[in-house]
């Protein structure tokens, strides 16, 4: 990590690697508001374990590595834990450049054929290549223990991604979307990512709102493999959508939202341009190392606010042909303004996206604001949720919500992404939990995760995967629940006001196995 100012060389093994790892997450972290996605994390770990253990250790991981002088004995199952363990409790140490807050930190894991086609032409310094049958190992190895040391202490990150290719009605790796459901129905608490191609996987959750306007809320944006949002402005939807109907002259709704996008292109590319003015100053130590590019960053329109923009216009926000031609027409309209603005700007490459962004503090702010200020605002809730659906829909089926979220309604114009947070009471069996996923690749919803809030006793720290009302080890009462803000898992009486008010209105379904038909 020299290149960012650290004293560092290049590691050469797997303990000096790990280190490094811990090290570079939190001086970049020290640069940036937004997350730390490192995809490649586990690919740099398979490496140095096979240049400590051999190409082939993935196949005797219990065999001892130890001395008979060694008082403690150790497999390269039980050390490669130990790494593991000083990385993910490292990593969630607070971080005093962050105002104590850890570092936000994601993973991705992939199936085969993402593997070979983000990291098939991929050559380490030393000329060799990775190799999927310990990569696969070493995944799976490292998400069944991260999920089992949640039972010892829940930790917040990484924020966990799982990429698979479905095509031609199947998924490519069978394999590993049988160890999906597996790991669902296990209690672990990830995303999925399902895909008919090989497309770059970037951070999905903003931290700091930078600009407070109304009408448009600026983050700082994040990063990814070299990628990401370097920037992103938030539309409130429900407001547009009252103001163009309150407007006196008969102003289509594509112009008059054209007019609101070319303000967002336009602080983009200025905002882009501080970006380059201090790259080229050399203010920007990460980009001139290496680990960003900024060419290949996004700038990111953010939506919020859609279901109460489409029942301001007397829709239901379910499986119906209004709402889906509303969302369609919407969605439709932002494509193409940036398929037509998408190009290059004094000189540097001007790259728009869209996303059904997360807004933890801004959905209740714009909530707010219009309350404020005389819109027409729901009373069912506090904020502008960050889905398609209503969370707090108690009619809405899984499988809707998940229609909701496919290609059929968003898909394909969201092409920043809106993650579907299913909501549930209870884990369900690896053979529901299977259907669910094929169904998702089926109707083309892209991300989505199961939310099953998870329970720790306050007085014997006793941790489980489901909500209890009583500690069944030493029967206490005194019970601390964790869930989702929007993308990782805290302790919900550390949430903000507004949002604790919004998770009790949630909507935690039970599904039971003779209700799974899709």
């Known amino acids: 990590i020299k290149k960012i100012g650290g004293l560092s060389a290049q590691p050469k093994n797997l303990d000096s690697f790990c280190g490094m790892y811990v090290n570079l997450i939190f001086a970049t972290s020290a640069m940036f508001a937004g997350a730390v996605a490192t995809s490649e994390f586990l690919l740099y770990f398979d ?89 696969e190992w070493l995944q799976q190895e490292f998400m069944q223990w991260f999920n089992k040391e949640r039972l010892r202490c829940i930790l917040t990150f990484p924020v966990e991604s799982f990429a698979l290719v479905y095509k031609d009605g199947k998924f490519l790796d069978e394999n590993s979307a049988r160890f999906v459901a597996e790991e669902y129905s296990r209690g672990h608490s990830f995303f999925t990512y399902i895909s008919d191609t090989v497309d770059s996987l970037s951070s999905c959750c903003r931290l700091k709102n930078m600009v407070q306007t109304k009408e448009f809320n600026f983050t700082n944006g994040n990063m990814g493999i070299q990628t990401g949002s370097k920037s992103v402005i938030t539309l409130n939807l429900n407001r547009i959508i009252q103001n163009w109907i309150t407007r006196s002259d008969e102003t289509e709704l594509k112009n008059y939202l054209y007019s609101i996008l070319n303000r967002v292109r336009m602080y983009h590319v200025a905002y882009n341009e501080l970006l380059w003015d201090m790259k080229n100053a050399h203010l920007l130590s990460a980009y001139d190392a290496g680990l960003i590019n900024l060419n290949n960053q996004y700038l990111t329109i953010g939506l919020n606010g859609l279901n109460q923009a489409a029942e301001f216009l007397g829709l239901k926000c379910n499986n119906n042909e209004g709402y889906k031609t509303f969302c369609k027409e919407l969605f439709s309209m ?148 964790y869930d989702r803000v929007i993308g990782y898992l805290t302790k919900i009486k550390n949430w903000s006001e507004g949002r604790q008010i919004e998770q009790k209105t949630r909507i935690y379904q039970t599904i039971k196995e003779n209700e799974q038909n899709t």
């Open 334 to 481: 932002i494509t193409q303004f940036i398929e037509e603005n998408n190009g290059t700007e004094f000189g540097h490459k001007v790259t728009l996206n869209c996303e059904q962004v997360p807004a933890e503090s801004l959905a209740i702010k714009n909530y707010n604001w219009d309350k404020e200020d005389g819109y027409k605002v729901p009373e069912d809730t506090n904020l502008y949720a960050s889905y398609i659906f209503k969370p707090n829909d108690e009619e809405i089926s899984l499988f809707d919500k998940i229609i909701l979220h496919s290609k059929e309604f968003a898909a394909e114009e969201l092409s920043g992404g809106q993650a579907a947070h299913l909501n549930l009471s209870e884990h369900l069996s690896y053979e529901q939990y299977r259907k669910i996923l094929d169904f998702a690749g089926k109707v083309g919803c892209n991300y989505f995760t199961f939310n099953v809030p998870n329970s720790e006793c306050a007085d014997c720290g006793f941790i489980t995967k489901k909500p209890i009302d009583e500690c069944p080890k030493c029967h206490s009462k005194h019970i601390n629940y």
């Open 47 to 135: 490496y140095f374990a096979r240049k400590e253990w051999g190409d082939n250790y993935y196949l005797k991981p219990n065999i001892s590595i130890t001395s008979d002088f060694s008082i403690r004995k150790k497999t390269i199952r039980s050390q490669i834990h130990q790494h593991f363990q000083q990385v993910m409790y490292s990593i969630n140490q607070p971080a005093a450049a962050r105002g104590l807050q850890s570092a936000f930190v994601n993973f991705s894991y992939f199936d085969k054929p993402f593997f070979e086609g983000m990291f098939g032409e991929f050559y380490f310094p030393d000329g060799t290549r990775p190799q999927w049958e310990s990569l």
